[in-house]
């Protein structure tokens, strides 16, 4: 792998994480907000679902940000968004001006080509794992 596409990956994770901090961030600081704007949009259990969707964005952004256990954090930030434009964008086109799935879109397309490449050698899992298969190679 060169050191341009670990830069590259390393670049990704910072943007798409600290994206999703802020939006965290902003749902976990007034959960119940949060929570009524969930059932508003008719999310299943909606007090449920604002937790579930916080603590994903959250945990997920910091995981991405280092580069910790970043296939799982990928997959869970992915899902996330497959799940918010369906439930609350998808019905007004793609555009984010107009409510559209834009941003969901582009969070989670981002989420999950991170959660097939991996985090590069610039991340926590590249440190971990790599000291883990020297070890046991051995």
Not at 36 to 59: K, V, Y
Request: charged share 10%; proline share 4%.
């Amino acid at each position: 792998m060169s050191i341009i596409k670990d830069l590259g990956l390393l670049i990704a994770r910072l943007l798409l994480g600290t994206i999703l901090i802020a939006h965290g961030w902003q749902k976990a600081s007034d959960i119940g907000a949060a929570q009524a704007m969930f059932e508003g949009m008719d999310a299943p259990l909606p007090n449920i679902s604002a937790i579930i969707a916080a603590a994903i964005e959250l945990g997920g952004g910091i995981a991405l940000i280092l580069g910790l256990l970043t296939p799982l954090a990928g997959a869970l930030v992915f899902l996330n968004m497959l799940g918010a434009a369906l439930i609350a964008h998808v019905g007004n086109g793609i555009l984010a001006s107009d409510g559209g799935w834009e941003l969901p879109g582009a969070i989670g397309a981002c989420a999950l080509a991170l959660a097939v490449a991996g985090p590069g050698r610039i991340a926590a899992d590249a440190f971990l794992f790599r000291s883990r298969s020297a070890s046991a190679a051995a």
